[in-house]
Each structure stands twice: as structure tokens, then as C-alpha cells.
T-cell receptor
Framework: NAGVMQNPRHLVRRRGQEARLRCSPMKGHSHVYWYRQLPEEGLKFMVYLQKENIIDESGMPKERFSAEFPKEGPSILRIQQVVRGDSAAYFC??????????FGPGTRLTVT | KQEVTQIPAALSVPEGENLVLNCSFTDSAIYNLQWFRQDPGKGLTSLLLIQSSQREQTSGRLNASLDKSSGRSTLYIAASQPGDSATYLCAVPTSGTYKYIFGTGTRLKVLA
């Protein structure tokens, strides 16, 4: 049973470009969390998704950020018009509803 | 508003010692609490999940307890080993939401 997969592991974008981060949950898991970890800071909740449904997006910045979890395929976190402050590690975690969270290895985004 | 505090922030001990890491939270209306470890530059590894109806959980040399009424959880590590060196994080949900709040962690170093 493969673990949670994230790709790419490292992503470099210039200011103003778009970043797309992908997360494939563990087999049998129908829910995904996205978190952001800024350098030298703790993990911050961004969004909680079920397939085809956003359950809680209270941690998402109001602009430029969006997330989806389609019926088929990975969950995607999309950041439009990236700025230097978006540079961080982005982690996803998969779970059955409100159960134990299993984390992926993260995507490290660098904005130049 | 849920706030999570972990004490101590850092700990350095010789191999073989038994350790206690502490996690405090302000809102006791939680349905579970989860402990993780994070190695430098890596994702999080789930250690233990305690449901609100449980008082403790054990896995190998790890034992986690939960006292909801006082807003505390402890992670006990028996017979510590250099391979236990990592940052240990606890996470709890915010009441009425799916949003998890992480503590800033305890950075543990076990010396050979």
C-alpha cells in the first residue's frame, strides 16, 4: 500500500507565475488536508477536502490560492501569481474522515 | 480559539534516558489528538492518535496520554535512542471545525 505521494518534490517559480502542487492520497482514503510550513515556523492548516467537495477552507488565503480534489486523480493546490512570501514547504495529509492523518513528503516551493 | 503549546522547545539527553514531552491546548472540546515526528527536511510521520474517549495509547517504546479536562497530553519515550532524534509535534482540532492546530514542537536530540 503506497503512502501519500506529492509531486513535484521541489518547484521553482518566478514571481507572477503559477504553481501547481499535486497530492495522491493513500489507497482507500477519501479526504485530504493541505498545510503550509514557512521557514522556521510551524505547520498551518490551509484546507480540508473530500472528493469533489471543499469541507473547510478557513485557512486558505482569500486570493490567489485554490484547491480541488476531483473524483478521479490527485488533489491539486494551485497558487496563482506567486510572490516571494509563498516560498514554503507545502504538505498534504490523507485520512479517512476525521481519522489519523498520514503525511506526504512535501513540496518545497521556491519563488525567485 | 485553539492554541497549542509544547514544552520544552528543545531537549538534549544521553542515550537510554526515559523522556516526557508535553503538549497543552486551550480548548478541551476536541475529538482526538495526534502526535507526529518530523525529521529535518522531511514530512511528518504519525506516531499515535488518541481519540477523545481514550486516556492513553501505546506503540512500542512510545506512550501518549490525554487529559482533556486539563487540556494536556504527554508523550513518553522509553529508553531513548539516537534514532529518536527529531522534532515532535502534537496537533489538535479546533472545536466545531476540521482545522487542526499544530504546536511548534519539541526538538529532541539523543546523544550516543
Amino acid at each position: 500500500n503506497a503512502g501519500v505521494m506529492q509531486n513535484p518534490r521541489h518547484l521553482v517559480r518566478r514571481r507572477g507565475q503559477e504553481a501547481r502542487l499535486r497530492c495522491s492520497p493513500m489507497k482507500g482514503h477519501s479526504h485530504v488536508y493541505w498545510y503550509r510550513q514557512l521557514p522556521e515556523e510551524g505547520l498551518k492548516f490551509m484546507v480540508y477536502l473530500q472528493k469533489e467537495n471543499i469541507i473547510d477552507e478557513s485557512g486558505m488565503p482569500k486570493e490567489r490560492f485554490s484547491a480541488e480534489f476531483p473524483k478521479e486523480g490527485p488533489s491539486i493546490l494551485r497558487i496563482q501569481q506567486v510572490v516571494r512570501g509563498d516560498s514554503a514547504a507545502y504538505f498534504c495529509a490523507s485520512t479517512v474522515d476525521q481519522g489519523e492523518q498520514y503525511f506526504g513528503p512535501g513540496t518545497r516551493l521556491t519563488v525567485t | 480559539k485553539q492554541e497549542v503549546t509544547q514544552i520544552p522547545a528543545a531537549l538534549s539527553v544521553p542515550e537510554g534516558e526515559n523522556l516526557v514531552l508535553n503538549c497543552s491546548f486551550t480548548d478541551s472540546a476536541i475529538y482526538n489528538l495526534q502526535w507526529f515526528r518530523q525529521d529535518p527536511g522531511k514530512g511528518l510521520t504519525s506516531l499515535l492518535l488518541i481519540q477523545s474517549s481514550q486516556r492513553e495509547q501505546t506503540s512500542g517504546r512510545l506512550n501518549a496520554s490525554l487529559d482533556k479536562s486539563s487540556g494536556r497530553s504527554t508523550l513518553y519515550i522509553a529508553a531513548s535512542q539516537p534514532g529518536d532524534s527529531a522534532t515532535y509535534l502534537c496537533a489538535v482540532p479546533t472545536s466545531g471545525t476540521y482545522k487542526y492546530i499544530f504546536g511548534t514542537g519539541t526538538r529532541l536530540k539523543v546523544l550516543a
